[in-house]
């Protein structure tokens, strides 16, 4: 996430509670935001070889559940699993 679109986020955080929007409500629609979003993202697998979706394939064909999620949902992601195997540059 880029200080830009963090700046957006926070902006939009502080306008909810200018008018009067209850902070747990608020957490609440974040949350659900984060769900859509993993759910429209769902699929994408790892560029240019398709590792993930292979690996994904192998555990899956060891009886181990597992789901491939794009870098920028890794935030999420953790929240999910009890083991995430990333193979990225970086993640922040």
């Known amino acids: 996430m880029n200080s830009v679109t963090?700046?957006?986020g926070l902006r939009w955080?502080?306008?909810?509670?200018?008018d009067g929007k209850d902070p747990h409500k608020i957490?609440?629609?974040?949350?659900?935001a984060d769900?859509?979003?993993?759910?429209?993202?769902?699929?994408?697998?790892?560029s240019p070889g398709k590792?993930?979706?292979?690996?994904?394939?192998?555990?899956?064909g060891r009886g181990i559940s597992s789901s491939v999620f794009p870098d920028c949902a890794m935030a999420y992601a953790v929240k999910?699993?009890?083991?995430?195997?990333?193979r990225a540059d970086f993640v922040l």
């Open 13 to 18: 955080i502080l306008k909810m509670l200018k």
């Open 80 to 86: 999910l699993c009890d083991i995430v195997v990333v």
């Open 27 to 32: 957490e609440m629609e974040m949350k659900k």
């Open 6 to 8: 963090a700046m957006a």
């Open 35 to 46: 769900e859509i979003c993993v759910e429209r993202l769902r699929g994408l697998e790892s």
């Open 51 to 60: 590792e993930g979706v292979d690996l994904m394939r192998y555990l899956k």
